[in-house]
């Protein structure tokens, strides 16, 4: 059963035992947080898209444009490819810049729940990701993030066009950072709705690969 069976607000809370393997979420913001399962993070190899070229993939060489700086999105993209749930799922690398990070995530039917409209758990993984991978750009260089714990609350039911996940980091610390993330729906025609909201703590940690 989807966590989004109604329309009715709900909150979810999601906490991680340690040891927590190390990701390469950012600890930056509301709409991007690196998502975790169970006790360890897994990295999903989310296609990456440039903010000019949402249907493009990545190649993790990292672009320069408006709201980027070529390295943070350099770091990002060489993390975000590793991720395998976000590549099964479809979700797309957006903008990144200091301390905020936006995942997208197309509509279909590997993100949907019983009633067709986009799982829980599918817009619960890109506000993860999203706040992690902003925490990530403001984390020490040849560092990893991984997430704590994160509780979010689902705002509305959302079905077809896109999700797009904002992610920030709120609070900076040598260990641990604060992040938030909102995720929003595009119906394709001009309407945005928010469907949903995160707060997220990360963990900073030694890179392993």
């Known amino acids: 059963m989807s966590l989004f069976a109604n329309r009715m607000p709900f909150v979810v809370a999601v906490k991680h035992s340690f040891p927590l393997a190390p990701t390469r979420s950012i600890l930056s913001g509301p709409s991007r947080a690196g998502i975790t399962y169970g006790s360890h993070i897994h990295n999903f ?92 750009t403001v984390a020490p260089e040849g560092m990893e993030v ?23 980091a709120v609070k900076t610390g040598k260990r641990v950072i604060i992040t938030a993330s909102d995720v929003f729906h595009e119906d394709g025609e001009g309407n945005e709705k928010h469907c949903a909201i995160m707060q997220q703590t990360i963990m900073v940690v030694p890179k392993t690969y």
Do not use: W
Request: hydrophobic fraction near 35%; glycine fraction near 14%.
């Open 45 to 136: 190899n989310t296609t990456c898209t440039h903010p000019r070229s949402m249907l493009s993939s990545c190649t993790g060489e990292g672009t320069v444009g408006e709201g980027h700086s070529g390295h943070l999105f350099d770091r990002v993209a060489e993390s975000f490819k590793r991720q395998g749930l976000m590549s099964s799922i479809g979700a797309q690398l957006g903008r990144v810049s200091q301390g905020s990070v936006e995942i997208r995530l197309p509509y279909s039917d590997k993100v949907t729940q019983q009633q067709a409209g986009f799982h829980g758990g599918a817009i619960g993984a890109i506000a993860d990701i999203a706040a992690g991978y902003a925490s990530l």
């Open 146 to 168: 991984t997430t704590v714990e994160y509780k979010i609350n689902f705002l509305a039911a959302c079905k077809g066009g896109v999700l797009r996940a904002e992610g920030r």
